[in-house]
């Protein structure tokens, strides 16, 4: 099974910005994503990008997030003008495997 670990979170003001990083141990042949968990709430895929460049994101943040994946077992998600809703626990998948969550507060 693969591990992955995320970093990058944080508490943030509305309006400002923060990028997720996520490593796995091993090479990721297929997609890989981030999904998110707000307090009360289910969990939700944000954004997930093929191992071709293809990518898909949830309606709430198309235009202020972005999935980038420079190499088979590295995913990043830049998230610019973070707004109170995005606040959740954060989570890097791959291959059926979830990382540890790491967490993105905005608040003023």
């Known amino acids: 099974q693969v591990q992955l670990v995320e970093s990058g979170g944080g508490l943030v003001q509305p309006g400002g910005s923060l990028r997720l990083s996520c490593s796995a141990s091993g090479s990721i042949f297929g997609s890989m994503a981030w999904h998110r968990q707000a307090p009360g709430q289910t969990r939700e895929l944000v954004a997930e990008i093929t191992s071709s460049g293809w990518t898909k994101y949830v309606d709430s943040v198309k235009g202020r997030f972005a999935i980038e994946r420079p190499n088979r077992n590295t995913v990043y998600l830049q998230m610019i003008r973070l707004k109170p809703e995005d606040t959740a626990v954060y989570y890097c998948?791959?291959?059926?495997?979830w990382g540890q969550g790491t967490q993105v507060t905005v608040s003023s």
């Open positions: 998948t791959a291959q059926n495997s």
